[in-house]
Antibody, heavy 121, light 110 residues
Framework: QLQLQESGPGLEKPSETLSLTCTVS??????????WGWIRQPPGKGLEWIGN???????YYNPSLKSRVTLSVDTSKNQFSLKLTSVTAADTAVYYC?????????????WGQGTLVTVSS | QSALTQPRSVSGSPGQSVTISCTGT?????????VSWYQQHPGKAPKLMIF???QRPSGVPDRFSGSKSGYTASLTISGLQAEDEADYYC??????????FGRGTKLTVL
């Protein structure tokens, strides 16, 4: 059973860079059938797609976050990562990593448990 | 990229059926048959319930079904059970490898 686990600081100061890593277990990040994605959920609010990355390094971002987001992948460690720059309180959210099936359709079939990142001074 | 439109809340009694709508545009729901639905219980990660408009992953009860007409996709839950009480989110492919979620619907089982 594939597992995804987010890791990273739970607290960031305003204007700093949020950095999270997702470790994939019991499955290969190098599969051609999947992208790997990040989704966030502010407290009490809905889900927001942040972006996807392919194992080759191709990236796709939410236009509303594109100027501040960078995704990267490390196939040797079976990990992918998120960096979000110039964070504000509005970036406080639970951040999820997930596997995105990409053949014929697009859907997130496996999710991490999520990690809360609070932006506060 | 605006969120897909979902009712804020729906409710039903055990055994009844409820339908949650998800309205998009001609650039997402109306254009692609790539709509998925997710169930989220409080404090938990979302769980895939429907993909490709109407397909159910293994293990999801057949009480859950999906459909689409024009710019609106729908999730129907029949034979409501107490454990179905949760938030439900739709998600659509929006072209150029981008995705868009709905604002979410809170289902209350009375």
């Amino acid at each position: 059973q594939l597992q995804l686990q987010e890791s990273g600081p739970g607290l960031e100061k305003p204007s700093e860079t949020l950095s999270l890593t997702c470790t994939v277990s019991d499955g290969s990040i190098s599969s051609s059938s999947y992208y790997w994605g990040w989704i966030r959920q502010p407290p009490g609010k809905g889900l927001e797609w942040i972006g996807n990355i392919y194992y080759s390094g191709s990236t796709y971002y939410n236009p509303s976050l594109k100027s501040r987001v960078t995704l990267s992948v490390d196939t040797s460690k079976n990990q992918f990562s998120l960096k979000l720059t110039s964070v504000t309180a509005a970036d406080t959210a639970v951040y999820y990593c997930a596997r995105l099936y990409r053949i014929g359709g697009y859907y997130f079939d496996y999710w991490g448990q999520g990690t809360l990142v609070t932006v506060s001074s | 990229q605006s969120a897909l439109t979902q009712p804020r809340s729906v409710s039903g009694s055990p055994g009844q059926s409820v339908t949650i709508s998800c309205t998009g545009t001609g650039g997402d729901v109306g254009l692609y048959n790539s709509v998925s639905w997710y169930q989220q219980h409080p404090g938990k990660a979302p769980k895939l319930m429907i993909f490709d408009v109407s397909q159910r992953p293994s293990g999801v009860p057949d009480r859950f079904s999906g459909s689409k007409s024009g710019y609106t996709a729908s999730l129907t839950i029949s034979g409501l059970q107490a454990e179905d009480e949760a938030d439900y989110y739709c998600c659509s492919y929006a072209g150029s490898y981008t995705l868009i979620f709905g604002r979410g619907t809170k289902l209350t089982v009375l």
